[in-house]
């Protein structure tokens, strides 16, 4: 499996922004697609993640009513739509695959996880 994220920027807190993982090489109705992020002089951390069905989404609790992870088949597509953004958020975020959701839950740090995509970054001011 293939995943290429994009959409990463530099926004003021307060303000929003929605990161893409476009998804390839994989039936993308078998497998959990999450979020981590890597904040600088930090250890990967994990954001979110959605099941294959798109009905289970699992949250970090740092992000929980500010993000929401969703996802397009039709395109092989997740999405994190980040609202109300703060200096804290300011990482390095990475889309992840696995062929268990119960992965993102059990690995908080992703050592689990059964594929990578390249980070995106995302810096918010103050």
């Known amino acids: 499996v293939q995943l290429q994220a994009s959409g990463g920027g530099l926004v003021q807190a307060g303000e929003s922004l929605r990161l893409s993982c476009l998804v390839s090489g994989h039936n993308f109705y078998k497998i959990a697609i999450g979020w981590f992020r890597r904040e600088p002089g930090k250890e990967r951390e994990f954001v979110a993640a959605v099941g294959w069905s798109g009905a289970l989404r699992y949250y970090a609790d740092s992000v929980k009513g500010r993000f929401t992870i969703s996802k397009d088949a039709t395109i092989n597509t997740v999405y994190l739509q980040m609202n109300s953004l703060r200096p804290e958020d300011t990482a390095v975020y990475y889309c992840?695959?696995?062929?268990?959701?119960?992965?993102?839950?059990?690995?908080?740090?992703?050592?689990?996880?059964?594929?990578w995509g390249k980070g995106t970054l995302v810096t918010v001011s103050s």
């Open positions: 992840a695959a696995d062929h268990e959701l119960k992965t993102f839950r059990t690995s908080p740090q992703g050592e689990g996880v059964d594929a």
